[in-house]
């Protein structure tokens, strides 16, 4: 079994200060990252994931996780927010074969003031 | 634009009622599947379909079923709606094979409330 922990329900920032959101998981097999990102009142959009190869992976918008297998850690990085990044991040996590169905973490919520 | 489509958006239902909550993709993916997002609980899976002709429970199962219609459709049904319902409900697909980026496609949910 696989789970996610998101360790903030909500960050507050402010704009263009850099912000992480952590995500910490636990696996007994070897496992695909995922972040995604939902804004007011949409669905979720994959925001990036990590597959295999480089630790630091890098996604839209300006937005980079990196990948610490020995802490089992997915945090999310931007080094300058804006106020259109207020949204909901998800952390995900799959397995790597069969069914591939995500499990999620349940939520921060980046709140970036002006 | 190609992508998962959910109807209806919004919908209030009394308890005992019953409603579909329909989903279609145009992506030609094989796996659907129904998420409910909860505050603080994130997202969790109620029903899957790996490929067409197929179907199973996911976390929390109890009081819906769905149907898989056929490649590009699976609905989810509640026979006797409860409070414990109201929840924002989204439909999901996956790709496979050459060229999937291991994501999933959600659509833009549907808002139910029982009341």
């Known amino acids: 079994a696989q789970s996610v922990t998101q360790l903030d329900s909500q960050v507050p920032v402010f704009e263009e200060a850099p912000v992480e959101l952590r995500c910490n998981y636990s696996s007994s097999v070897s496992v695909y990252l995922f972040w995604y990102v939902q804004y007011p009142n949409q669905g979720l959009q994959l925001l990036l994931k990590?597959?295999?190869?480089?630790?630091l992976v890098k996604g839209i918008n300006g937005f980079e996780a990196e990948f610490n297998k020995s802490q089992t850690s997915f945090h999310l990085r931007k080094p300058s927010v804006h106020i259109s990044d207020t949204a909901e991040y998800f952390c995900?996590?799959?397995?790597?074969?069969?069914?591939?169905?995500?499990?999620f973490g349940r939520g921060t919520s980046l709140i970036v003031h002006p | 634009n190609a992508g998962v489509t959910q109807t209806p958006k919004f919908q209030v239902l009394k308890t005992g009622q019953s409603m579909t909550l329909q989903c279609a993709q145009d992506?030609?993916?094989?796996?659907m599947y129904w998420y409910r997002q909860d505050p603080g609980m994130g997202l969790r899976l109620i029903y899957y379909s790996a490929s067409e002709g197929t179907t199973d429970k996911g976390e929390v199962p109890n009081g819906y079923n769905v149907s898989r219609l056929n490649k590009r459709e699976f609905s989810l049904r509640l026979e006797s709606a409860a409070p414990s319902q109201t929840s924002v409900y989204f439909c999901?697909?996956?790709?496979?094979?050459?060229?999937?980026?291991?994501?999933?496609?959600f659509g833009s949910g549907t808002r139910l409330t029982v009341v």
């Open positions: 990590y597959l295999s190869g480089s630790t």
């Open positions: 995900a996590v799959s397995d790597r074969g069969g069914s591939y169905i995500p499990t």
């Open positions: 999901a697909s996956r790709g496979s094979g050459t060229g999937w980026n291991y994501g999933y496609t």
């Open positions: 992506m030609n993916h094989n796996s």
